[in-house]
Nanobody, 122 residues
Framework: QVQLVESGGGSVQAGDSLRLSCVAS????????IGWFRQAPGKEREFVAA??????FYSGSVKGRFTISRDNAKNTVFLQMNSLKPEDTAVYYC?????????????????WGQGTQVTVSS
């Protein structure tokens, strides 16, 4: 059974930074796409960023402010979030994608973490 555990969330002021971590269990971690998604109250879960073999992808709303990276030796993916805005407030989830499909589609991810809360106040 694959498990993903997020950490690093918290409450910050607008303009501050946070670094989220996602540790995954299981072997062959490096061959899987890992994505970060977020869900604000009353809204659908949305794509934030993804790390594939050699490539990274971002949603338009975070591009230039967030950076996804991974340490395959430690089965860990990071999300560095800079210049945070109140609209970034959400529960952030990491997920492991199944082969094929689009990296931005939640339906293509079959393992999810429990989420970590990020709250940005103005």
């Amino acid at each position: 059974q694959v498990q993903l555990v997020e950490s690093g969330g918290g409450s910050v002021q607008a303009g501050d930074s946070l670094r989220l971590s996602c540790v995954a269990s299981g072997r062959t971690f490096n061959i899987y796409t890992i994505g970060w998604f977020r869900q604000a109250p009353g809204k659908e879960r949305e794509f934030v960023a993804a790390s594939t073999w050699g490539s990274t992808f971002y949603s338009g709303s975070v591009k230039g402010r967030f950076t996804i990276s991974r340490d395959n030796a430690k089965n860990t993916v990071f999300l560095q979030m800079n210049s945070l805005k109140p609209e970034d407030t959400a529960v952030y989830y990491c997920a492991r994608k199944s082969p094929g499909g689009n990296y931005y589609d939640t339906a293509e991810y079959n393992y999810w973490g429990q989420g970590t809360q990020v709250t940005v106040s103005s």
